[in-house]
């Protein structure tokens, strides 16, 4: 009973690993690293779930009648974009980070910031 | 460190095995445009991070819980590829199976993100359009002087290094526009469209940055011209919805832009997909323009302290150094 | 046949992604992925012939592109002084000493 | 025109988004702006006056019926929500011009417009529309423009706040995206409305049990419900005044919206409330969150990060009425999130005006305020008593009936907790009329004048409506009564 | 002809399919990174190019046959370059050659396996 959640495990476990550099990794850059592995296995689950079997690619051909679900892959096309997106601002954070405060390690921001605080 | 980003490549390759548009967008934003990006960071932040992290426990249980919510959640769950799902009963066949005649498009999933689904579409541009101005606003430089002799000389002799490449690329570029646009043009019988093209376009003129510089690349493409363009895009997408809605249909509905329901589709569709395509391409120009110029700025700024601290450590350290 | 392709490749790929985790230097890396990318091409195409949809040559073919890009891009960069850093000299120290 | 209403919308802002870009003047794209935010008020209260009157209003989007198209469905809560955020984002809106003048560098004018009108739509967005699938986009337009707009900030520690803002968010985002993915999975179809009628048959399975887990926890991180809140602050703090203010005043209410949303419509009261113990977990986390926030609220030295702690603890209260899941404490709630955003926006407005004039918001820096802005302070302590709940104000009416809705359901101590709470609110607010009333200036400090009438006018607006509707509780008190109504499907 | 074009075809691939395992293998075993380079180009090469031809014999249609073509002109230039520039910038930047005797190999541990 188990072979058919196979799938869904192996993207559980991406997941996972996705999330847990998140919220583990110390360096920001890693984190926006996981933030896409954890994303992208999220896809993976959205693809998994459209797919069919002896399905074939959502295109309409002649000869052929089973189709895997088209609808999945719309929304996916859909949050790849948004995605990229928060990738692309999230480095440019990164940037503007590294750039104000020299380094790109979550403890070392901390602490600068809190003597800042401190001084203020 | 860089490891991470070739995760993204084995991602890929579950997609590939299911989803051909999917794959298409995966293969040229995760392997292309989202490595890059992060190339250009790590060349800003540096690739060194700190060794060692502390408290992962709390992290290690968060995750273990969610995972195993997600493991509980998913023993219910249809099995893999099976045709009987709710999934596969409900939506989706009307669109596998009317779509040709209600809209007139064999590749069924740029119908459904044409038609059916297009605010949906329009989003996802505007989302991207968001991330265009929001790096423009986080990292756009004010108006640069000219640029220092010695920087120009380093990136001569790049040029004369990459003389293989340079000529190689120089006669693949073109290539890969002409590329693009029949991916856009033909995103409506086989895989591609509007996206994808766009990430192709703007991939091609990133290897013509990449090779001969940024300044060079920005006299040929004006960045203000770009970041006009990616209003351009958005403005065409949201007035096909208007046209539509003045002939009295609904927002988006592409029927009434022409006599006949399905080359109304089509010509709505093309439309839309365009504005995709170029939105998209001067959105992600924009954001590595502006990545670069971060880049050169800051390695600017290194060189002139470098040759500062140079010149005097030359006086002193000339032999030592020779001997290392 | 195509099936035999299918699996040679997908080990080929597999070596390539040991080596890019291993590869005690950047430029060895850089070598598998580019490889893996090469690779991925392949099996994209022989996938898209046992499938029996042969659109998939699309994919193939950006993904030649995209490779070829990143491949330039990573190298572009490599040239800038972060990656400089302690390059992997194999032999440079002992025949110093030498 | 009329039935194009709902789309409208959000439609307006998004067009106008763009055309911010061919105005390169900053005085024109606010002006340009302005109006927009106009249009979209109007707009919203024409929706509300035709929802009240005719019942929900659906429109298919592309001319596709439901659940194969997108839907938006205007029922008296979206409309309700609809008419705030236009409402706080125009009046808002109005003292921009004067503030990023001070906080913002010159070439940033024009795309700060354009971000605030992207927020915009984004929140239009979310609440508006009727797909599941829809909400996520549109939650993702408005946070990446809240994450470039706190990034603005010109302390350098809003970027810091903006990349925790933006790492929280996307997991929050992509919690969510599972949540949907995974009913998608078990009922094949996006649309919220056909989403609610086919989960019962397949409400018992543990898919959808999970999927509801992730929605939940999706939605709170965006919520900053207690334990999930550790962005708000520093975000608040850190950004631009302008953008504080209406981020304050509206984007913890969308998500309040989305939850209420999510479990009414979508879920059904009796499996959210039965298939979890759903209604004591988020009891328990409103009533620390009140707690935990008032108290860090009264020991911080900022003031932004005073009211930001508030604002934790105002979500707290929502989530408390919420939680009583009777009719009554759903309006409470509703009329909670109303009033929250008028006190909140002109509180925040009046911190950017003393920003204008002093360049911080540190709490010592407020030391004889009081006589040299004194119609900013009022507004201050007006908008304070709101928040403590003192009659009169509309924070009082909230309270009023959260009070009343607790007791009603039996929960006494409940009750008794948070009048206890509001006791706390009394302690921080105090600290600030203590600095700006009973303290002499700073010394070496040059003598401050009033704030700019661009200022004033959206403050005192925001403050009147404050008394207006403490006073005068009917329109708010019927809207969102006959929303929460409808929520429970109760007839009036 | 169908015959003989299948087995040309499967013969290419065949091949094609030994020149690529070769190639990981190379690239596993050797022991500098411009031997590894040195196999993997080589062989990349002429595997990819095999069994693209292997695949255009198979094809149904011109178009698909357009395609293989393009991805094969596109494997021919981009491999070579690719390589050239990697080797060129290791170079550049310092990466030496392993040289001399094979036994001077345990002491460089150039890679683990």
């Avoid at chain 2, 592409?254 to 569709?269: M, R, T």
């Avoid at chain 3, 012939?49 to 073919?61: Q, S, V």
């Amino acid at each position: 009973m188990f072979l058919g959640l196979y799938n869904y495990w192996i993207v559980v476990l991406l997941m996972m690993i996705g999330f847990y550099i998140v919220i583990a990794h110390g360096n920001l850059v890693k984190k926006l690293v996981g933030l896409t592995i954890f994303q992208t296995s999220v896809f993976i689950f959205y693809i998994t779930v459209g797919m069919v079997e002896r399905g074939s690619a959502p295109i309409i051909a002649e000869g052929i009648s089973d189709y895997s679900n088209p609808l999945p892959h719309v929304l996916i096309l859909t949050a790849i974009v948004v995605g990229i997106a928060t990738t692309a601002l999230g480095l440019a954070l990164v940037i503007r980070i590294k750039e104000a405060y020299g380094c790109v390690e979550e403890d070392e921001i901390q602490k600068q910031d809190q003597l800042s605080e401190d001084e203020s | 460190m860089l490891t991470g980003i070739y995760g993204l490549l084995s991602a890929c390759f579950f997609v590939v095995l299911d989803a051909v548009d999917v794959a298409f967008t995966e293969a040229s934003v995760g392997a292309g445009i989202s490595g890059l990006l992060m190339l250009a960071a790590i060349t800003i932040t540096g690739r060194k991070e700190a060794p060692k992290r502390h408290k992962p426990f709390l992290a290690l249980f968060v995750v273990l819980v969610t995972g195993s919510m997600l493991i509980y959640g998913t023993l219910d769950m249809p099995y893999f590829g099976d045709p009987e799902a709710p999934v596969h009963q409900h939506v989706a066949p009307r669109y596998i199976h009317d779509s040709m005649e209600e809209v007139g498009v064999p590749n069924i999933v740029t119908s459904v993100l044409g038609s059916y689904r297009a605010f949906d579409t329009l989003g996802e541009v505007a989302v991207i359009f968001t991330a265009g101005i929001g790096v423009l606003s986080l990292l756009s430089l004010p108006r640069r002087r000219k640029k220092i002799k010695s920087e120009e000389a380093t990136e001569e002799q790049m040029h004369e290094r990459h003389m293989v490449v340079r000529i190689v690329s120089k006669a693949l570029i073109p290539f890969i526009l002409l590329f693009a646009l029949y991916v856009q043009f033909h995103g409506d019988f086989g895989p591609g469209g509007g996206f994808q093209a766009g990430v192709i376009f703007a991939a091609a003129i990133i290897l013509y940055t990449m090779l001969f510089g940024l300044d060079t690349a920005k006299k040929v493409f004006n960045p203000a011209l770009i970041q006009l363009l990616a209003a351009v895009g958005l403005l065409l997408y949201a007035c096909v919805g208007v046209v539509s809605m003045l002939n009295g249909a609904n927002f988006l509905d592409y029927n009434v832009l022409a006599d006949d329901p399905v080359s109304g589709q089509h010509i709505g569709i093309l439309l839309i997909e365009l504005g995709v395509g170029i939105t998209v391409a001067s959105v992600m120009l924009s954001i590595f323009f502006n990545f670069d110029g971060r880049r050169q700025a800051q390695a600017e700024i290194q060189a002139e302290k470098q040759q500062s601290e140079q010149e005097q450590k030359l006086k002193g350290e000339q032999d030592v150094s020779r001997t290392l | 046949m195509l099936a035999a392709a299918t699996i040679a490749i997908l080990v080929v790929m597999l070596l390539a992604i040991i080596r890019c985790i291993v590869g005690p230097t950047l430029y060895d890396r850089i070598l598998a992925f580019n490889m893996f990318g090469t690779k991925s091409i392949l099996l994209i195409s022989v996938l898209g012939f046992l499938m029996g949809r042969p659109e998939f040559l699309d994919i193939a073919l950006v993904y030649a592109l995209i490779n070829f890009i990143s491949v330039i891009g990573v190298l572009r960069y490599s040239d800038s002084a972060e990656f400089k850093v302690a390059p992997y000299k194999p032999h440079s120290t002992k025949e110093g000493e030498e | 025109m009329l039935a194009h209403l709902p789309i409208l919308q959000v439609v307006v802002p998004l067009i106008a988004a763009p055309l911010c870009w061919f105005l390169n003047r900053s005085k024109l794209v606010w002006i340009f702006a302005l109006i927009v935010c106009a249009v979209t008020c109007v707009n919203s209260i024409l929706l509300l006056i035709e929802v009240m009157k005719s019942g929900t209003i659906i429109y298919e989007l592309g001319g596709w019926e439901a659940p194969w198209g997108i839907e938006y469905r205007i029922d008296k809560l979206n409309a309700f929500l609809l008419l705030i955020i236009s409402t706080i984002g125009t009046v808002v809106l109005f003292a921009a011009n004067t503030s990023i003048q001070k906080e913002l560098d010159e070439d940033r004018h024009t795309l700060f417009y354009s971000l605030y009108l992207l927020s915009l739509t984004g929140m239009f967005g979310i609440v508006a529309t009727g797909d599941a699938f829809n909400v996520f986009v549109f939650l993702e337009i408005s946070s990446l423009s809240a994450y470039a707009l706190i990034g603005l900030g010109r302390d350098r520690r809003a970027l810091w706040a903006a990349y925790q803002y933006l790492i929280m968010g996307t997991i929050g985002a992509t919690f969510i995206l599972i949540g949907i993915g995974m009913l998608y999975q078990m009922t094949g179809t996006l649309n919220m409305s056909d989403l609610a009628t086919r989960l019962v048959d397949v409400g018992h399975t543990r898919t959808v049990f999970v999927a509801f887990a992730f929605l939940i926890v999706g939605i709170c991180l965006k919520l900053a419900l207690f334990p999930l809140h550790l962005w708000l602050p520093n975000a608040y703090a850190y950004a631009p005044s302008i953008v504080t203010a209406f981020l304050a005043a509206t984007a913890t209410k969308v998500a309040v919206y989305l939850l209420i949303r999510f479990t009414f419509t979508v879920f059904g009261i009796s499996f959210s409330f039965t298939s979890l113990p759903l209604q004591s977990i988020l009891m328990v986390l409103g009533l620390v969150g009140v707690f935990a926030a008032s108290i860090t609220a009264i020991y911080q030295q900022n003031v932004k990060h005073i009211l930001a702690y508030s604002s934790i603890a105002q979500v707290g209260y929502m989530i408390i009425g919420y939680s009583i899941n009777t009719s009554t404490g759903v309006m409470a709630t509703l009329l909670h999130l109303f009033n929250h955003a008028l006190m909140k926006g002109g509180l925040f407005l009046a911190l950017g005006a003393v920003m204008y004039r002093i360049g911080s918001v540190q709490l010592k820096q407020f030391q004889g305020l009081g006589r040299e802005m004194p119609l900013t302070m009022s507004a201050i302590v007006i908008g304070g008593l709101s928040l403590i709940g003192v009659p009169l104000t509309v924070g009082f009416v909230s309270k009023w009936y959260l009070l009343v809705a607790s007791v009603e359901a039996g929960m006494w101590p409940v009750a008794v907790l948070i009048l206890l709470g509001s006791l706390l609110a009394i302690v921080y607010i105090w600290r600030i009329v203590e600095m700006a009333y009973f303290k002499p200036p700073l010394p070496g400090r040059e003598a401050v004048k009033e704030a700019p009438w661009t200022f004033l006018v959206p403050i005192w607006i925001l403050v009147f409506a404050n008394i207006y509707f403490g006073i005068d509780t009917r329109l708010s008190v019927q809207v969102a009564q006959a929303a929460s109504q409808s929520l429970f499907g109760i007839n009036p | 002809m169908n015959l003989v074009i299948e087995i040309i075809s499967g013969l290419s691939l065949l091949i094609g399919c030994f020149l690529c395992l070769s190639g990981g293998v190379g690239m596993l075993r050797f022991p500098d990174f411009y031997t590894r380079m040195h196999a993997v180009s080589v062989t990349d090469t002429l595997g990819a190019c095999l069994v693209l031809f292997g695949l255009m014999l198979q094809s149904p249609n011109g178009l698909v046959l357009i395609k293989l073509i393009l991805i094969l002109l596109c494997t021919l230039f981009i491999n070579p370059s690719a390589s050239h520039a990697l080797a060129k910038a290791a170079l550049r930047n310092g990466l030496l050659p392993l040289e001399g005797k094979p036994d001077n190999q345990g002491g460089n541990k150039p890679s683990k396996l």
